[in-house]
């Protein structure tokens, strides 16, 4: 390519006379074709960026077909980043060089600020909010375009699964940050609306996308499925009634039914097609499963509890000209359906329908039965989305709380008590909690200062409670800023002789068959005289007095198992487990390669490791690849 630019000046060296006019007749060609044909071959997939910067350097005709804001750059910018492409309007005039380069400079920027992690922060306790909090500021103060951002942390996601696995895992935990604060940004926005334009289906998606971030949930992509559920009902419905008007309703769902009898053949066409033909259901064996109150789960799976399978009742409803309210029935989300031709204040004068139970419809007094006594008239009025949104949320906090004390059921309540506190701030009970959730957990101490400001301004009579939580914030403040860096522990020490595994080994527990891989060891059990004493390790053959090592299993939990109950796996393989990013650098098909962090707290294992694989598993055994600066600690010594 270079040489079309030369060629202006001079013949091709060593080409005979009489064709040295020819060639170079050829060459000019090559600049004097028009801008559209060069432009079409300076697009071919096999041209880098490199190569078109050198093209454009060659000459200035070149140079000109070449401009940023020409097809050659917006070609080249849709190769190497082709999700971004709908975030630019087609119709506009783009510089695409200057583009380039700057989403080029932020994902340049974004990595080492994820490689950076894991130096500082390996050591911390697990804080999920604590890292991305303050990797969120530093990735703020960059001033770059968020979807930049984002679109180089997914890259980052993208890239081979069995390696990078700790840049991975804290890109993944930003991405999560990221986008929870785009989703309370727009949930605020909801909330701010007038409340006749607040749809409960729109609230309902924002919970369920806070929830999870990760997911590729869209409230175009539910209103679709919904609109797909509305063309099955009014198929059903033509059937019995050819000229019903819902026919001409559009799925804007402006339209409304006024005659009682015609809204009466919708619902019972909505039940038919719901409950009947597409079999969904009240989920009654697992009630209390979070996917039950996320609208896209609901959707998949086909079941949910009350308060979700109303949210869809309502709108399919809405969409085909009956207007239904939502009504916050205690341990039982209702629809109430009118009977008269204007809005009644009188319970009776509604029927109430169960989204719960296929769409049964109740009289007042039956909805009683449903909870098994007596409730005043106030539970039979409507309520607003925000109330509705309120309700939502609280059975995701109560789930969270009901849960295990592992990470799962922690960033349950955690989201569950944002979401909360978005839509109700001054919720003092839910502030406490709050704010006890993250001293207990030893995160963000900088934020429950925060928390426990707003609660004293809002209720001095908790000002015991908030004290104590004071002191003791400020106090793990003061010890964050004095860090004691963790022993080294070295195999060659006489008091680690007995131990003979090493981290980063796959292994299989004996008794309970589940597979791990070691990311910690103690020569001697360090757990507490209950821990002991709850797990009946004396009942071991060597008791408390052996070797133990911490695990990550396969089936999502951390472990401490006893020496004697593991054994090396004989066919190594990758481990399921979420915090394997926050250890390991890469699954290298025998082994997992501890990152910088975990080498350096367990200095000698890496060679043992790789001795051991080797009389494993003899030539199976891989090299670890390059040592990527990508790590994690989020498990403290976990049982």
């Excluded at 992509?221 to 559920?229: F, G, P, T, V």
């Excluded at 979401?419 to 009970?429: A, G, S």
Aim: glycine fraction near 6%; include cysteine; charge should be negative.
């Amino acid at each position: 390519m270079a040489a079309a630019g030369d060629a202006d000046s001079q013949p091709a060296c060593g080409a005979a006379p009489d064709e040295s006019g020819c060639r170079r007749r050829c060459c000019k060609k090559l600049t004097e074709l028009p801008a559209e044909v060069l432009e079409y071959i300076l697009c071919v997939p096999s041209l880098s960026h490199v190569d078109i910067s050198s093209v454009a350097c060659s000459c200035r005709r070149l140079r000109d077909v070449c401009h940023g804001r020409g097809k050659v750059w917006a070609h080249q910018y849709a190769r190497r980043w082709p999700r971004l492409m709908k975030s630019y309007r087609q119709n506009e005039s783009w510089d695409w060089l200057t583009e380039y380069r700057t989403r080029h400079a932020v994902g340049l920027q974004i990595r080492r600020t994820v490689e950076s992690i894991s130096k500082r922060f390996f050591t911390e306790v697990p804080c999920v909010g604590q890292v991305l909090g303050d990797s969120f500021a530093e990735i703020e103060s960059l001033g770059a375009p968020e979807h930049f951002c984002e679109d180089e942390l997914i890259s980052i996601l993208n890239s081979d699964r069995r390696k990078s696995l700790t840049l991975k895992y804290y890109a993944k935990k930003i991405l999560y940050f990221l986008r929870q604060q785009n989703i309370l940004r727009s949930l605020k926005a909801f909330l701010d609306q007038p409340a006749e334009q607040q749809s409960a289906l729109e609230g309902a998606v924002l919970v369920d996308q806070y929830c999870n971030p990760l997911a590729d949930v869209s409230l175009q992509s539910i209103s679709s499925q919904l609109d797909e559920i509305t063309d099955k009902v009014k198929k059903t419905l033509r059937t019995k009634n050819p000229s019903h008007p819902s026919m001409r309703a559009d799925q804007g769902g402006c339209f409304v039914v006024e005659d009682l009898e015609l809204q009466r053949q919708v619902l019972c066409a909505l039940n038919s097609v719901l409950y009947e033909q597409l079999q969904y259901k009240g989920n009654e064996c697992d009630y209390y499963n979070p996917l039950n109150s996320y609208i896209h789960q609901v959707l998949l799976r086909r079941m949910g509890i009350p308060i979700s399978l109303s949210v869809l009742y309502m709108t399919l409803a809405q969409k085909l000209g009956v207007q239904l309210e939502p009504v916050n029935f205690p341990n039982h989300f209702l629809l109430r359906w009118c009977q008269q031709p204007r809005r009644s204040t009188d319970i009776y004068d509604y029927v109430y329908i169960d989204a719960f139970g296929k769409g049964k419809q109740l009289s007042a007094k039956e909805c009683e039965y449903l909870i098994g006594h007596q409730v005043t008239a106030d539970y039979y009025s409507s309520i607003s989305t925000t109330e509705l949104l309120l309700r939502m949320v609280g059975n995701l906090l109560n789930i969270g709380k009901r849960g295990e004390g592992n990470e799962k059921s922690y960033q349950l309540l955690r989201d569950s008590l944002d979401l909360y506190l978005t839509i109700n701030p001054d919720n003092v009970q839910y502030l406490l909690l709050q704010a006890r959730l993250y001293f207990h957990l030893g995160i963000w101490p900088e934020k429950v200062l925060d928390i426990l400001q707003h609660i004293q301004a809002l209720d001095p009579s908790q000002h015991g409670a908030v004290g104590y939580l004071v002191q003791h914030t400020l106090e793990h403040i003061q010890h964050k800023r004095h860090p004691t860096e963790p022993e080294a522990k070295r195999r060659s020490a006489v008091v680690h002789a007995d131990v003979l595994y090493s981290v980063g080994l796959v292994m299989k527990h004996k008794r309970s068959g589940y597979n791990c891989v070691i990311y910690g060891w103690d020569p001697k059990c360090t757990m507490s005289l209950e821990w002991i004493t709850t797990m009946r390790v004396h009942q071991l053959s060597n008791g408390a007095n052996q070797p133990f090592y911490n695990v990550l299993v396969q089936d999502g939990t951390c472990r401490y198992a006893a020496q004697e109950n593991l054994e090396p796996h004989l066919a190594p393989l990758e481990i399921g487990h979420p915090e394997v990013g926050r250890y390991f650098t890469e699954f290298s098909g025998t082994h997992y390669v501890a990152n910088e962090e975990l080498q350096a707290r367990y200095p000698e294992d890496l060679d043992e490791t790789l001795c051991a694989v080797q009389k494993l598993y003899g030539g199976q055994s891989t090299e670890p690849g390059e040592n990527s600066v990508e790590k994690q600690n989020d498990e403290s010594a976990a049982v």
